[in-house]
Protein backbone atom coordinates (compact mmCIF):
# COMPACT_ATOMS: atom_id res chain seq x y z
CA UNK A 1 0.00 0.00 0.00
CA UNK A 2 1.49 3.61 -1.23
CA UNK A 3 0.51 6.98 0.74
CA UNK A 4 0.56 9.71 -2.48
CA UNK A 5 0.11 13.21 -2.18
CA UNK A 6 -0.52 16.47 -4.35
CA UNK A 7 0.08 19.02 -2.42
CA UNK A 8 0.25 22.90 -3.30
CA UNK A 9 0.01 26.48 -1.68
CA UNK A 10 -0.46 29.88 -3.52
CA UNK A 11 0.06 33.11 -2.22
CA UNK A 12 -2.12 34.46 -4.42
CA UNK A 13 -3.05 37.60 -6.64
CA UNK A 14 -0.75 41.13 -5.91
CA UNK A 15 -3.72 43.74 -5.00
CA UNK A 16 -5.81 41.03 -3.07
CA UNK A 17 -5.08 40.39 0.09
CA UNK A 18 -2.01 38.54 -0.91
CA UNK A 19 -1.00 35.92 1.63
CA UNK A 20 2.58 35.68 3.01
CA UNK A 21 2.55 31.75 4.31
CA UNK A 22 0.34 29.43 1.98
CA UNK A 23 3.40 28.74 0.02
CA UNK A 24 5.39 28.08 3.29
CA UNK A 25 2.51 25.80 4.40
CA UNK A 26 2.65 23.67 1.49
CA UNK A 27 6.45 23.56 1.61
CA UNK A 28 6.58 22.33 5.08
CA UNK A 29 3.58 20.13 4.69
CA UNK A 30 5.66 18.23 1.94
CA UNK A 31 8.73 17.83 3.84
CA UNK A 32 6.94 15.95 6.50
CA UNK A 33 5.01 13.88 4.48
CA UNK A 34 7.93 12.82 2.62
CA UNK A 35 9.61 11.98 5.72
CA UNK A 36 9.87 8.44 6.97
CA UNK A 37 6.78 8.25 9.48
CA UNK A 38 5.09 9.74 6.72
CA UNK A 39 6.64 8.08 3.64
CA UNK A 40 4.56 9.85 1.09
CA UNK A 41 5.17 10.04 -2.78
CA UNK A 42 4.23 13.84 -2.87
CA UNK A 43 3.77 15.83 -6.13
CA UNK A 44 4.45 19.42 -5.42
CA UNK A 45 3.56 22.06 -8.19
CA UNK A 46 5.16 25.09 -8.58
CA UNK A 47 3.36 28.18 -8.54
CA UNK A 48 4.96 29.37 -11.58
CA UNK A 49 3.73 26.57 -13.58
CA UNK A 50 1.03 26.88 -15.80
CA UNK A 51 -2.80 26.12 -14.39
CA UNK A 52 -3.31 23.27 -17.06
CA UNK A 53 -0.24 22.07 -16.02
CA UNK A 54 -0.79 21.83 -12.38
CA UNK A 55 -4.23 20.34 -13.46
CA UNK A 56 -2.22 17.24 -15.31
CA UNK A 57 -0.19 17.19 -12.16
CA UNK A 58 -3.14 16.33 -10.10
CA UNK A 59 -4.22 13.88 -13.12
CA UNK A 60 -1.36 12.05 -13.39
CA UNK A 61 -1.43 11.86 -9.14
CA UNK A 62 -4.73 9.93 -8.76
CA UNK A 63 -4.94 7.85 -11.61
CA UNK A 64 -1.22 6.76 -10.39
CA UNK A 65 -3.33 5.20 -7.52
CA UNK A 66 -4.09 1.80 -6.78
CA UNK A 67 -7.31 0.43 -4.95
CA UNK A 68 -5.20 -0.38 -1.83
CA UNK A 69 -3.80 2.85 -1.46
CA UNK A 70 -4.08 5.92 0.59
CA UNK A 71 -4.71 9.37 -1.41
CA UNK A 72 -4.24 13.00 0.13
CA UNK A 73 -5.04 16.46 -1.30
CA UNK A 74 -4.21 19.80 0.10
CA UNK A 75 -4.29 23.05 -0.80
CA UNK A 76 -3.51 26.08 1.21
CA UNK A 77 -4.50 29.34 -0.07
CA UNK A 78 -6.97 31.84 -0.95
CA UNK A 79 -10.38 30.31 -1.90
CA UNK A 80 -13.33 33.09 -3.46
CA UNK A 81 -16.61 32.52 -4.40
CA UNK A 82 -18.20 32.95 -7.58
CA UNK A 83 -21.90 33.05 -8.03
CA UNK A 84 -21.77 31.02 -5.13
CA UNK A 85 -19.23 28.29 -6.25
CA UNK A 86 -15.91 27.57 -4.65
CA UNK A 87 -12.89 29.16 -6.59
CA UNK A 88 -9.44 28.02 -5.73
CA UNK A 89 -6.64 30.82 -6.48
CA UNK A 90 -3.81 28.48 -8.17
CA UNK A 91 -1.79 31.48 -9.92
CA UNK A 92 0.18 34.35 -8.63
CA UNK A 93 1.45 35.51 -12.18
CA UNK A 94 -1.91 36.39 -13.74
CA UNK A 95 -3.37 39.76 -13.48
CA UNK A 96 -7.07 38.34 -14.37
CA UNK A 97 -8.98 36.76 -11.12
CA UNK A 98 -10.68 33.86 -13.22
CA UNK A 99 -7.68 32.96 -15.16
CA UNK A 100 -5.93 32.68 -12.23
CA UNK A 101 -8.49 30.01 -10.55
CA UNK A 102 -9.83 26.12 -10.76
CA UNK A 103 -13.15 25.35 -9.49
CA UNK A 104 -12.78 22.81 -6.51
CA UNK A 105 -15.59 21.15 -8.81
CA UNK A 106 -12.36 19.91 -11.34
CA UNK A 107 -10.24 19.13 -8.43
CA UNK A 108 -13.24 16.37 -6.60
CA UNK A 109 -14.06 15.18 -10.40
CA UNK A 110 -10.25 13.98 -10.28
CA UNK A 111 -10.61 12.96 -6.37
CA UNK A 112 -13.44 10.70 -7.71
CA UNK A 113 -11.76 8.75 -10.25
CA UNK A 114 -9.19 8.06 -8.09
CA UNK A 115 -8.98 4.46 -7.38
CA UNK A 116 -7.66 4.59 -3.46
CA UNK A 117 -9.03 2.98 -1.07
CA UNK A 118 -8.88 6.18 0.99
CA UNK A 119 -9.22 9.82 -0.09
CA UNK A 120 -8.94 12.88 2.15
CA UNK A 121 -9.44 16.61 0.68
CA UNK A 122 -7.50 19.46 3.22
CA UNK A 123 -9.30 22.74 1.55
CA UNK A 124 -7.64 25.39 3.82
CA UNK A 125 -8.37 28.18 2.72
CA UNK A 126 -11.58 31.00 2.67
CA UNK A 127 -15.12 29.27 2.12
CA UNK A 128 -13.62 26.16 1.95
CA UNK A 129 -17.30 24.69 3.09
CA UNK A 130 -18.48 25.92 -0.32
CA UNK A 131 -18.05 24.59 -3.73
CA UNK A 132 -18.96 22.68 -6.17
CA UNK A 133 -19.04 18.67 -7.93
CA UNK A 134 -19.26 18.64 -11.45
CA UNK A 135 -20.38 15.43 -11.55
CA UNK A 136 -23.13 15.57 -8.98
CA UNK A 137 -24.31 19.00 -9.26
CA UNK A 138 -23.18 22.01 -10.44
CA UNK A 139 -23.40 24.83 -7.48
CA UNK A 140 -23.96 22.49 -4.88
CA UNK A 141 -22.36 22.78 -0.99
CA UNK A 142 -19.59 20.76 -0.37
CA UNK A 143 -21.46 18.78 2.20
CA UNK A 144 -24.14 17.94 -0.53
CA UNK A 145 -22.42 17.05 -3.39
CA UNK A 146 -19.97 15.34 -1.66
CA UNK A 147 -21.79 12.26 -0.81
CA UNK A 148 -19.99 8.98 1.05
CA UNK A 149 -18.97 7.05 -1.13
CA UNK A 150 -17.69 3.06 -0.58
CA UNK A 151 -14.73 3.37 0.05
CA UNK A 152 -12.87 6.16 2.99
CA UNK A 153 -13.87 9.80 1.29
CA UNK A 154 -13.18 12.45 3.69
CA UNK A 155 -12.88 16.28 3.53
CA UNK A 156 -11.50 18.59 5.99
CA UNK A 157 -12.22 22.35 5.79
CA UNK A 158 -10.66 25.06 7.45
CA UNK A 159 -14.38 26.77 7.73
CA UNK A 160 -17.61 26.99 6.83
CA UNK A 161 -18.75 28.11 3.05
CA UNK A 162 -18.77 31.83 4.79
CA UNK A 163 -16.26 31.82 6.89
CA UNK A 164 -12.58 33.76 5.91
CA UNK A 165 -9.19 31.88 7.15
CA UNK A 166 -6.66 34.17 8.61
CA UNK A 167 -2.88 33.96 8.49
CA UNK A 168 -0.80 34.60 12.27
CA UNK A 169 2.95 35.29 12.76
CA UNK A 170 2.80 33.17 15.78
CA UNK A 171 1.36 30.24 13.70
CA UNK A 172 3.67 30.44 10.80
CA UNK A 173 0.50 30.33 8.62
CA UNK A 174 -3.00 29.12 8.94
CA UNK A 175 -4.21 27.12 12.11
CA UNK A 176 -5.23 24.43 9.76
CA UNK A 177 -2.12 23.71 8.50
CA UNK A 178 -0.24 24.27 11.71
CA UNK A 179 -1.97 21.70 13.29
CA UNK A 180 -1.73 19.43 10.98
CA UNK A 181 1.74 19.72 10.37
CA UNK A 182 2.56 19.58 14.18
CA UNK A 183 0.16 16.70 14.00
CA UNK A 184 2.26 14.90 11.87
CA UNK A 185 5.34 15.78 13.44
CA UNK A 186 6.30 17.70 16.56
CA UNK A 187 3.35 16.46 18.26
CA UNK A 188 2.94 12.90 17.15
CA UNK A 189 2.61 11.47 20.16
CA UNK A 190 -0.39 13.63 22.06
CA UNK A 191 -2.05 13.19 18.28
CA UNK A 192 -2.53 9.48 18.61
CA UNK A 193 -4.79 9.33 20.59
CA UNK A 194 -5.10 5.48 20.99
CA UNK A 195 -1.19 4.91 21.18
CA UNK A 196 -1.46 2.36 18.05
CA UNK A 197 2.05 4.69 16.27
CA UNK A 198 -0.26 5.41 13.53
CA UNK A 199 -2.43 8.95 12.47
CA UNK A 200 -5.82 8.24 11.83
CA UNK A 201 -8.64 10.56 10.67
CA UNK A 202 -9.99 10.27 14.25
CA UNK A 203 -7.02 10.96 15.98
CA UNK A 204 -6.59 13.92 13.59
CA UNK A 205 -9.83 15.76 13.82
CA UNK A 206 -9.41 14.69 18.01
CA UNK A 207 -6.17 16.86 18.18
CA UNK A 208 -7.19 19.59 16.12
CA UNK A 209 -10.42 20.40 18.23
CA UNK A 210 -8.10 20.33 21.29
CA UNK A 211 -5.63 23.08 19.40
CA UNK A 212 -8.44 24.64 18.62
CA UNK A 213 -9.40 25.04 21.84
CA UNK A 214 -5.96 25.94 23.30
CA UNK A 215 -4.94 28.86 20.69
CA UNK A 216 -4.99 31.13 23.69
CA UNK A 217 -1.68 29.80 24.56
CA UNK A 218 -0.07 31.13 21.02
CA UNK A 219 -2.47 34.00 19.94
CA UNK A 220 -2.81 37.23 21.44
CA UNK A 221 -5.72 38.05 23.34
CA UNK A 222 -8.69 38.39 21.21
CA UNK A 223 -7.34 36.89 18.32
CA UNK A 224 -8.45 33.04 19.11
CA UNK A 225 -12.02 34.34 17.70
CA UNK A 226 -10.53 34.69 14.34
CA UNK A 227 -9.71 31.04 13.94
CA UNK A 228 -12.87 29.21 12.75
CA UNK A 229 -13.15 25.56 13.92
CA UNK A 230 -12.21 23.57 11.04
CA UNK A 231 -14.77 20.68 10.50
CA UNK A 232 -14.88 17.43 8.61
CA UNK A 233 -17.73 16.07 5.93
CA UNK A 234 -18.04 12.06 4.62
CA UNK A 235 -17.62 8.78 6.78
CA UNK A 236 -14.87 5.74 6.96
CA UNK A 237 -16.37 2.48 4.69
CA UNK A 238 -14.62 -0.83 5.16
CA UNK A 239 -12.08 0.31 7.70
CA UNK A 240 -10.46 3.56 8.98
CA UNK A 241 -8.91 5.89 7.09
CA UNK A 242 -5.02 6.33 7.84
CA UNK A 243 -2.78 9.12 7.28
CA UNK A 244 0.46 7.15 8.41
CA UNK A 245 1.57 3.91 7.57
CA UNK A 246 1.64 0.72 9.98
CA UNK A 247 4.74 0.88 11.75
CA UNK A 248 6.66 -1.87 11.23
CA UNK A 249 7.00 -4.35 13.89
CA UNK A 250 9.58 -3.72 16.36
CA UNK A 251 12.68 -6.16 15.29
CA UNK A 252 15.89 -6.96 18.21
CA UNK A 253 19.13 -5.15 16.90
CA UNK A 254 22.06 -5.85 18.59
CA UNK A 255 25.54 -3.86 18.37
CA UNK A 256 28.71 -6.11 19.58
CA UNK A 257 30.79 -4.15 22.74
CA UNK A 258 34.44 -4.27 23.16
CA UNK A 259 34.15 -5.66 26.63
CA UNK A 260 32.00 -8.53 25.18
CA UNK A 261 28.76 -7.36 25.67
CA UNK A 262 25.91 -7.10 23.60
CA UNK A 263 24.21 -3.76 23.46
CA UNK A 264 20.02 -4.21 22.40
CA UNK A 265 18.90 -1.07 20.85
CA UNK A 266 15.42 0.53 22.73
CA UNK A 267 12.51 1.10 20.67
CA UNK A 268 12.44 4.91 21.51
CA UNK A 269 13.10 7.64 19.36
CA UNK A 270 16.64 8.81 18.95
CA UNK A 271 17.64 12.39 20.19
CA UNK A 272 20.71 14.92 19.17
CA UNK A 273 21.35 11.75 16.84
CA UNK A 274 21.97 9.37 19.53
CA UNK A 275 20.21 5.95 20.34
CA UNK A 276 19.40 4.07 23.70
CA UNK A 277 20.64 0.82 24.30
CA UNK A 278 20.42 -1.85 26.93
CA UNK A 279 23.14 -4.93 27.63
CA UNK A 280 21.20 -7.76 26.43
CA UNK A 281 22.77 -9.57 29.49
CA UNK A 282 24.14 -8.93 33.02
CA UNK A 283 28.53 -8.70 33.71
CA UNK A 284 29.41 -11.85 33.51
CA UNK A 285 32.13 -13.43 35.86
CA UNK A 286 34.58 -13.67 32.88
CA UNK A 287 33.87 -10.08 31.66
CA UNK A 288 34.73 -8.61 35.29
CA UNK A 289 37.58 -10.74 35.75
CA UNK A 290 39.47 -8.95 32.90
CA UNK A 291 38.41 -5.90 34.56
CA UNK A 292 39.97 -6.61 37.56
CA UNK A 293 43.18 -8.59 35.74
CA UNK A 294 43.80 -4.95 33.78
CA UNK A 295 43.65 -2.63 36.67
CA UNK A 296 43.81 -4.44 40.38
CA UNK A 297 40.40 -3.90 41.38
CA UNK A 298 39.44 -6.11 44.85
CA UNK A 299 37.42 -9.49 43.45
CA UNK A 300 33.87 -9.02 43.96
CA UNK A 301 33.07 -9.74 47.91
CA UNK A 302 29.99 -9.33 49.75
CA UNK A 303 27.34 -10.87 52.03
CA UNK A 304 24.80 -14.00 51.91
CA UNK A 305 21.90 -14.90 53.48
CA UNK A 306 20.20 -18.45 53.49
CA UNK A 307 16.95 -19.22 51.74
CA UNK A 308 14.72 -19.43 48.71
CA UNK A 309 11.55 -18.45 47.67
CA UNK A 310 9.90 -16.67 50.01
CA UNK A 311 11.95 -18.43 52.85
CA UNK A 312 14.79 -16.40 54.22
CA UNK A 313 16.72 -15.78 56.99
CA UNK A 314 17.79 -12.35 56.61
CA UNK A 315 19.72 -12.64 60.53
CA UNK A 316 22.43 -14.94 59.41
CA UNK A 317 24.27 -12.89 57.12
CA UNK A 318 27.69 -14.34 56.14
CA UNK A 319 30.93 -13.18 53.90
CA UNK A 320 30.76 -14.57 50.88
CA UNK A 321 33.36 -14.26 47.50
CA UNK A 322 31.34 -15.83 45.36
CA UNK A 323 34.53 -16.96 43.03
CA UNK A 324 35.58 -19.10 45.48
CA UNK A 325 32.18 -20.48 45.71
CA UNK A 326 30.69 -23.46 43.19
CA UNK A 327 27.26 -22.33 42.08
CA UNK A 328 28.18 -18.58 41.41
CA UNK A 329 32.12 -18.89 39.95
CA UNK A 330 31.37 -19.97 36.34
CA UNK A 331 32.45 -17.43 33.60
CA UNK A 332 28.83 -17.29 31.93
CA UNK A 333 27.08 -16.48 34.97
CA UNK A 334 26.44 -12.77 36.40
CA UNK A 335 28.82 -11.34 38.13
CA UNK A 336 27.70 -10.88 42.22
CA UNK A 337 28.80 -9.47 44.80
CA UNK A 338 29.45 -5.99 43.05
CA UNK A 339 28.76 -2.69 44.72
CA UNK A 340 27.62 0.52 42.75
CA UNK A 341 31.10 2.03 43.40
CA UNK A 342 32.59 -0.96 41.65
CA UNK A 343 30.02 -0.61 38.53
CA UNK A 344 31.31 2.95 37.86
CA UNK A 345 34.52 2.04 38.38
CA UNK A 346 34.41 -0.95 35.38
CA UNK A 347 32.10 1.74 33.44
CA UNK A 348 34.83 4.02 33.54
CA UNK A 349 37.63 1.31 32.53
CA UNK A 350 34.87 0.33 29.48
CA UNK A 351 34.63 3.89 28.62
CA UNK A 352 38.54 4.43 28.96
CA UNK A 353 39.22 1.66 26.42
CA UNK A 354 36.31 2.68 23.91
CA UNK A 355 37.82 5.83 23.65
CA UNK A 356 34.91 7.77 23.00
CA UNK A 357 31.05 7.58 21.72
CA UNK A 358 29.27 5.01 21.77
CA UNK A 359 29.62 5.47 25.85
CA UNK A 360 28.77 3.01 28.64
CA UNK A 361 26.31 4.39 31.39
CA UNK A 362 24.62 2.73 34.36
CA UNK A 363 21.15 2.70 33.44
CA UNK A 364 18.47 4.73 34.99
CA UNK A 365 14.97 3.00 36.62
CA UNK A 366 13.43 4.79 33.50
CA UNK A 367 15.68 3.41 31.22
CA UNK A 368 15.05 0.04 32.75
CA UNK A 369 11.42 0.38 32.59
CA UNK A 370 11.60 1.39 28.91
CA UNK A 371 13.10 -2.12 27.88
CA UNK A 372 10.97 -4.32 30.49
CA UNK A 373 7.82 -2.59 29.18
CA UNK A 374 8.45 -0.86 26.29
CA UNK A 375 7.76 2.55 27.85
CA UNK A 376 7.76 4.11 31.53
CA UNK A 377 5.85 3.79 34.30
CA UNK A 378 2.93 6.67 34.29
CA UNK A 379 3.17 6.70 30.07
CA UNK A 380 0.59 4.56 29.39
CA UNK A 381 -2.16 2.50 30.77
CA UNK A 382 -0.95 -0.15 32.78
CA UNK A 383 -3.92 -0.74 34.84
CA UNK A 384 -5.91 -3.59 32.37
CA UNK A 385 -2.32 -5.30 31.91
CA UNK A 386 -1.97 -9.09 33.86
CA UNK A 387 1.83 -9.26 35.31
CA UNK A 388 4.70 -9.39 33.03
CA UNK A 389 2.15 -9.40 30.28
CA UNK A 390 4.49 -7.43 28.29
CA UNK A 391 7.51 -10.32 28.09
CA UNK A 392 6.74 -12.72 25.09
CA UNK A 393 4.72 -15.41 26.07
CA UNK A 394 5.93 -18.45 28.03
CA UNK A 395 9.47 -16.80 28.48
CA UNK A 396 11.09 -18.35 31.06
CA UNK A 397 12.63 -16.51 34.51
CA UNK A 398 15.17 -17.72 36.53
CA UNK A 399 13.62 -17.89 40.09
CA UNK A 400 13.37 -19.61 43.15
CA UNK A 401 16.49 -21.69 42.57
CA UNK A 402 19.52 -21.46 44.95
CA UNK A 403 22.26 -19.61 42.71
CA UNK A 404 22.36 -17.54 39.47
CA UNK A 405 22.16 -19.11 36.09
CA UNK A 406 24.06 -19.18 33.27
CA UNK A 407 23.22 -15.62 30.94
CA UNK A 408 20.95 -16.43 28.63
CA UNK A 409 22.64 -17.28 24.91
CA UNK A 410 19.93 -19.15 23.31
CA UNK A 411 17.17 -16.57 24.30
CA UNK A 412 15.12 -18.37 26.12
CA UNK A 413 14.49 -15.62 28.67
CA UNK A 414 14.51 -12.80 26.03
CA UNK A 415 11.86 -10.31 25.74
CA UNK A 416 10.24 -8.28 22.82
CA UNK A 417 13.38 -5.96 22.93
CA UNK A 418 15.63 -9.07 22.95
CA UNK A 419 17.02 -8.54 26.37
CA UNK A 420 17.34 -11.14 28.61
CA UNK A 421 16.71 -10.92 32.96
CA UNK A 422 15.69 -7.77 33.44
CA UNK A 423 13.20 -9.93 35.60
CA UNK A 424 14.76 -12.58 37.66
CA UNK A 425 18.45 -13.98 37.54
CA UNK A 426 19.88 -11.24 39.67
CA UNK A 427 19.25 -7.90 41.24
CA UNK A 428 21.01 -5.04 38.88
CA UNK A 429 21.68 -1.58 39.54
CA UNK A 430 20.07 1.55 38.86
CA UNK A 431 20.86 5.64 39.24
CA UNK A 432 19.61 8.79 38.11
CA UNK A 433 19.36 12.40 38.92
CA UNK A 434 16.90 13.25 41.49
CA UNK A 435 14.89 15.77 39.44
CA UNK A 436 14.60 17.95 42.75
CA UNK A 437 18.32 18.52 42.27
CA UNK A 438 19.38 21.03 39.75
CA UNK A 439 22.46 20.67 38.20
CA UNK A 440 25.16 23.24 38.20
CA UNK A 441 26.88 23.59 34.73
CA UNK A 442 29.92 25.93 34.94
CA UNK A 443 32.25 26.76 31.77
CA UNK A 444 34.48 24.25 32.58
CA UNK A 445 31.88 21.65 32.08
CA UNK A 446 29.24 19.00 34.26
CA UNK A 447 30.38 19.35 37.91
CA UNK A 448 30.44 16.29 40.13
CA UNK A 449 26.81 15.63 41.67
CA UNK A 450 27.31 14.86 45.48
CA UNK A 451 26.95 11.86 47.25
CA UNK A 452 22.83 12.23 47.94
CA UNK A 453 21.73 14.06 44.65
CA UNK A 454 21.56 10.63 43.13
CA UNK A 455 18.60 8.10 43.39
CA UNK A 456 20.08 4.69 43.53
CA UNK A 457 17.90 1.77 43.21
CA UNK A 458 17.77 -2.40 42.88
CA UNK A 459 15.77 -3.61 40.17
CA UNK A 460 14.21 -6.53 38.59
CA UNK A 461 14.51 -9.20 41.66
CA UNK A 462 16.59 -12.15 41.52
CA UNK A 463 17.61 -16.10 41.51
CA UNK A 464 16.12 -16.16 44.89
CA UNK A 465 12.80 -15.11 44.84
CA UNK A 466 9.54 -15.98 44.23
CA UNK A 467 8.78 -14.07 40.62
CA UNK A 468 5.60 -15.91 39.48
CA UNK A 469 2.98 -13.11 40.65
CA UNK A 470 5.20 -10.34 40.71
CA UNK A 471 3.53 -7.34 39.20
CA UNK A 472 5.01 -4.59 37.15
CA UNK A 473 2.28 -2.57 38.15
CA UNK A 474 3.45 -2.12 41.46
CA UNK A 475 7.00 -0.58 40.99
CA UNK A 476 7.51 -1.23 44.40
CA UNK A 477 7.59 -5.01 43.76
CA UNK A 478 10.15 -4.99 41.45
CA UNK A 479 12.63 -2.06 43.03
CA UNK A 480 14.19 -1.16 45.91
CA UNK A 481 15.37 1.66 47.07
CA UNK A 482 19.14 2.20 48.31
CA UNK A 483 18.25 4.94 50.63
CA UNK A 484 14.79 3.16 52.17
CA UNK A 485 16.78 -0.39 53.12
CA UNK A 486 19.51 1.59 55.19
CA UNK A 487 22.26 1.02 52.74
CA UNK A 488 24.49 3.25 50.50
CA UNK A 489 26.43 2.67 47.15
CA UNK A 490 28.95 0.12 48.93
CA UNK A 491 25.74 -2.17 49.07
CA UNK A 492 27.10 -5.97 47.71
CA UNK A 493 25.09 -8.72 48.05
CA UNK A 494 25.38 -12.35 46.73
CA UNK A 495 22.31 -12.13 44.86
CA UNK A 496 23.13 -8.21 42.93
CA UNK A 497 24.65 -7.98 40.03
CA UNK A 498 24.69 -5.43 36.92
CA UNK A 499 24.26 -4.29 33.23
CA UNK A 500 25.10 -1.54 31.65
CA UNK A 501 23.27 0.73 29.01
CA UNK A 502 24.59 2.99 26.21
CA UNK A 503 23.75 5.84 23.81
CA UNK A 504 24.80 5.02 20.09
CA UNK A 505 25.49 7.14 17.76
CA UNK A 506 22.22 7.02 15.20
CA UNK A 507 24.54 7.27 11.93
CA UNK A 508 26.47 4.26 12.59
CA UNK A 509 23.30 2.22 12.32
CA UNK A 510 21.88 0.54 9.08
CA UNK A 511 19.50 2.38 7.11
CA UNK A 512 16.69 0.06 7.45
CA UNK A 513 17.13 0.60 10.88
CA UNK A 514 17.21 4.01 11.23
CA UNK A 515 13.99 4.23 9.87
CA UNK A 516 11.97 1.94 12.24
CA UNK A 517 14.22 4.40 15.16
CA UNK A 518 12.79 6.98 13.54
CA UNK A 519 8.86 5.83 13.76
CA UNK A 520 9.34 4.84 17.66
CA UNK A 521 7.18 7.02 20.84
CA UNK A 522 9.43 9.68 22.41
CA UNK A 523 11.11 8.99 26.32
CA UNK A 524 10.12 11.34 28.83
CA UNK A 525 11.64 14.71 29.03
CA UNK A 526 13.13 13.03 32.40
CA UNK A 527 14.54 9.90 31.00
CA UNK A 528 16.69 11.74 28.49
CA UNK A 529 17.84 14.40 31.06
CA UNK A 530 19.07 11.55 33.32
CA UNK A 531 20.87 9.42 30.55
CA UNK A 532 22.48 12.53 28.37
CA UNK A 533 23.60 13.75 31.75
CA UNK A 534 24.61 10.63 33.58
CA UNK A 535 27.78 9.69 31.98
CA UNK A 536 29.32 13.61 32.33
CA UNK A 537 29.03 13.89 35.84
CA UNK A 538 29.98 10.08 35.55
CA UNK A 539 27.44 9.24 38.53
CA UNK A 540 29.14 9.85 41.20
Known amino acids: MTHRAFVYGCNGLPGRGKLKYARDDAARLTEILRSPRCNYEVISPKPAQAKHVKLYELEKATLACAPDDTFLFYFSGH ?9 LVWQ ?23 KAASKLVVLDCCHAGAGAHG ?36 LGGSFLGDALRRALKDDFDQADQDKDKRLSFEDLTHWIKLSWEGLGRYLKEGKQRLVPLPHSFGQTKGGRLFLTPEVPRWTPHGIPWR ?17 LCIGQHPVTNAQYKRFVTETDHPEPAGKYFPGVGNRFNFHDWREFYPWRTVGF ?17 YRNWLNAKLG ?12 WQVAVLGREFGRGNLAEEPPLALLLPGVAIHHRSAAPAPVDRNGQRANLAGVSD ?9 SSIDPRVKLGRPASGYRLIAQGQQVDE ?9 LETADLKAKTEMSISVDAIGADRTLAHFDLGFRLASLVNVATLPAEVRLVLSLQRTGSEALWEDTLDMPRTGNA
Open 79 to 87: GVLEQGKLQ
Open 92 to 114: EKVKDEREASVGVSQVLYYVDRC
Open 135 to 170: ARGEGMPVEEATKPCPDNYLMLMAGDRLERINEFPE
Open 259 to 275: DGSTMMLLPLRPRNGLA
Open 329 to 345: NDPEQPVTCVSLVDVLA
Open 356 to 367: GPPMALVPSPRL
Open 422 to 430: LIGNVWEWA
Open 458 to 466: LLGGGFQDD
